[in-house]
T-cell receptor, first 115, second 110 residues
């Protein structure tokens, strides 16, 4: 079946602009996660959704970052007033349900470059 | 702060040998442990997960967990050049998020 999909695959933006990144999880997966991977920080958690609610936003690095999920499916991560330190690969993962004993499957990622 | 530690490598092994990748974690409350493989420029691909002490085998891969020592490892038997990649250890604790180690780069030489 289809895996996690993300769009765009690459995004180049100017400092100060807003960007939206999209994630479409595996069909039937109720839990959705956003991570980012950068050279200096490795792979770090951003936010977790169970259904449409986000019980854990602890990883969002600043209030410029927000995310929503509608219809229990597609999620959008928005970064306002982008900064150069936001440059990274943003990865989305989904699992059947949230919990420690369910595998998380990653999408291909969106490479964000802020110039 | 919850930490997951891996030797960055590179770990170099000859084709056909056993590759042994190691990971330690700091949170004793950690419940499940995952190994992902990541090729350069690609996203992480799940290989195995384990949550009980002992060994779990899947094909050429064996995951080993020792909660008392806070240690998890991945063995790759009959290593192939196509196994050359970065291997990420990830730990899930009380929350649902994964905490990742920095990864070990494995090189399998023909």
């Amino acid at each position: 079946g289809a895996g996690v999909s993300q769009s765009p695959s690459n995004k180049v933006t100017e400092k100060g602009k807003d960007v939206e990144l999209r994630c479409d999880p595996i069909s039937g997966h109720t839990a959705l996660y956003w991570y980012r991977q950068s050279l200096g920080q490795g792979l770090e958690f951003l936010i977790y959704f169970q259904g449409n609610s986000a019980p854990d936003k602890s990883g969002l690095p600043s209030d410029r970052f927000s995310a929503e999920r509608t219809g229990g499916s597609v999620s959008t991560l928005t970064i306002q007033r982008t900064q150069q330190e936001d440059s990274a690969v943003y990865l989305c993962a989904s699992s059947l349900v949230g919990g420690a004993f369910y595998e998380q499957y990653f999408g291909p990622g969106t490479r964000l470059t802020v110039t | 702060q919850k930490e997951v530690e891996q030797n960055s490598g590179p770990l170099s092994v000859p084709e056909g040998a056993i590759a042994s990748l190691n990971c330690t974690y700091s949170d004793r409350g950690s419940q499940s442990f995952f190994w992902y493989r990541q090729y350069s420029g690609k996203s992480p691909e799940l290989i195995m997960f384990i949550y009980s002490n002992g060994d779990k085998e899947d094909g050429r891969f064996t995951a080993q967990l020792n909660k008392a020592s806070q240690y998890v490892s991945l063995l790759i038997r009959d290593s192939q050049p196509s196994d050359s990649a970065t291997y990420l250890c990830a730990v899930c604790s009380a929350g649902n998020m994964l905490t990742f180690g920095g990864g070990t780069r494995l090189m399998v030489k023909p």
